[in-house]
């Protein structure tokens, strides 16, 4: 067998261009699958406890199109206050579109499907949301909306904590609705595999119960916020962030004896602490 080669030089000299020769590669897949693991002190929902201070496990799975649209769901265990309807764990169903406005710039646009399975009736409900992220240097920031529709889910079923837990509705059949409002940004650490993370929310809802004694919106208005950071190591993130709300005890008191640790009427599932997770992705 002869072995032909070539040079740029030797094709040159002989007035030949030389050949290019075509990769034997794949064309890259339109449809990409990403997902993750996570393991979590606390599974804290807009700053609030969802399993009752005690640690989670949670994993995600996404598939997206070139296109932008992807589909999803993530899950949870739950405990105590985040238990709709006497469900321990959270599903959340996704779907959304994303585009990218510029080369810094990406909207994103979707609903999530909060579902708890084996819980009660009247417990799963809809949220849309619109996301606007932009990139400078090292720094992202996006700005968010989730707004859920007038659902019974969200309703004001109940309008104190004792009356939950009497079995006593206030407003059987009541739907509300609840508006969300975030800003977060992200730094990452020029020489380093730190990235610190800052967060602030402020949910509008009913300020009561709903049909299952807990609330998308406990007392109705409030804030919430994280401080934070990121490391990465191949597929593993670790974070550790302190979680705070200004929901104080007293200002939460009629929710008792819902709104506490084992829900004995005691201390609060929305004070401050520092919760750390582990991710790895796949």
């Known amino acids: 067998m002869h072995i032909l080669r070539f040079t740029a030089a030797a094709g040159l000299l002989a007035g030949i261009a030389t050949p290019a020769f075509a990769q034997d590669t794949a064309p890259p897949s339109p449809v990409t699958v990403s997902g993750s693991v996570t393991l979590a002190t606390d599974y804290r929902l807009r700053g609030v406890s969802q399993s009752d201070k005690d640690g989670a496990i949670q994993g995600g799975l996404t598939i997206a199109h070139e296109s932008g649209i992807y589909v999803g769901a993530w899950g949870s265990n739950l405990s105590g206050w985040g238990t709709f309807g006497g469900s321990n764990m959270e599903l959340d169903l996704i779907g959304g579109y994303k585009h990218k406005l510029a080369d810094n710039a990406t909207i994103d646009v979707g609903l999530t499907w909060y579902m708890y399975p084996g819980g009660a009736s009247k417990t799963d409900y809809a949220e849309p949301y619109v996301k606007l992220s932009g990139t400078t240097g090292p720094a992202t920031l996006t700005a968010s909306a989730f707004y859920a529709p007038k659902q019974q889910a969200l309703g004001k079923w109940y309008r104190t904590g004792a009356d939950a837990a009497a079995g006593v509705y206030t407003d059987a059949g009541d739907k509300e609705d609840n508006l969300y409002l975030t800003g977060d940004g992200a730094f990452a650490i020029a020489g380093t595999p730190i990235t610190a993370k800052a967060h602030i929310g402020h949910s509008w809802?009913?300020?009561g119960l709903g049909p299952n004694a807990t609330s998308a919106a406990p007392t109705g208005e409030y804030w919430d916020w994280s401080l934070g950071a990121d490391t990465t190591y191949k597929n593993l993130t670790?974070?550790?962030?302190?979680?705070?709300?200004?929901?104080?005890?007293?200002?939460?008191?009629?929710?008792q004896p819902s709104?506490?640790?084992?829900?004995?009427g005691t201390g609060s599932i929305a004070d401050g602490t520092i919760v750390a997770s582990l991710t790895a992705a796949f």
């Open 205 to 207: 809802g009913n300020d």
């Open 259 to 264: 709104f506490s640790r084992g829900q004995d």
């Open 238 to 255: 670790l974070n550790v962030s302190y979680v705070d709300t200004d929901i104080t005890r007293r200002s939460a008191a009629y929710l």
